[in-house]
């Protein structure tokens, strides 16, 4: 069974400041792991994903994660947050092979001047 | 990749009546899914919609009250029946591809039951 889990719902940073969501996941096979961000009243839009290949990832907007598989984590950072950054995030899982995504409760991300 | 459209994006209902949600997908496509994320809540899966079958429903979810039609490959409708406050929440049509690939979805559509 899959399952994912997002350490903080809320983090709040200043402008220009590093940003850290968290995530741990749960997987009995080979994961497919995903960060999607959702902008109010907006979709949701793929950040990055990590498939088995490179264990760091890059992404849109600056954003990367990290995949460790011996801390089942896969942490999203961003070196200087940005005001457009202020969004809902989500950490997803999906077990190699499978067709459900499991998300994660959400982390909102605050940016304060 | 994949653009999808959602209608409608906003409704108001009365408690007791239906809301049909429809979903186009610009390209044929396999699956469909049907998301629910309630006020303040992570997306939780309804069902998966696959052309040709019936609806696969997860646990919580069933066919009376969240009836799934997949007429073709690129249309999908979900209908949340016999309303109550309880169902306001944003509806989401996904398409995906399973395993590594990225999952693209609609807009939402935000429901308040009245």
């Known amino acids: 069974a899959q399952s994912v889990t997002q350490l903080d719902s809320h983090v709040s940073v200043s402008e220009g400041t590093p940003v850290l969501l968290r995530c741990n996941y749960s997987?009995?096979?080979?994961?497919?792991l995903f960060w999607y961000v959702q902008h109010p009243n907006k979709g949701l839009q793929l950040l990055l994903k990590y498939t088995s290949a490179a264990t760091l990832v890059k992404g849109i907007n600056g954003f990367e994660a990290e995949f460790k598989k011996s801390e089942t984590s896969f942490h999203l950072t961003k070196p200087s947050a940005h005001m457009s950054d202020a969004a809902e995030y989500f950490c997803v899982v999906r077990e190699g092979g499978g067709n459900k995504l499991t998300f994660g409760t959400g982390t909102q991300l605050k940016v304060e001047l | 990749s994949a653009v999808i459209s959602q209608k409608p994006s906003r409704d108001i209902c009365q408690r007791g009546t239906s809301l049909t949600i429809q979903c186009q997908v610009d390209?044929?496509?396999?699956?469909m899914f049907w998301y629910r994320q309630q006020p303040g809540q992570s997306l939780t899966l309804i069902a998966t919609a696959n052309q040709g079958s019936e609806a696969t429903y997860e646990s919580g979810f069933v066919i009376d009250k969240f009836p799934i039609s997949r007429p073709n490959l690129t249309f999908s409708t979900l209908t949340v029946s016999n309303m109550s406050p309880e169902d306001s929440s944003i509806y989401l049509c996904s398409v995906d591809k399973g395993g590594s690939a990225e999952a693209f979805f609609g807009q939402g559509t935000r429901l308040t039951v009245v």
């Open positions: 997987s009995s096979y080979s994961p497919s």
């Open positions: 390209s044929q496509v396999t699956m």
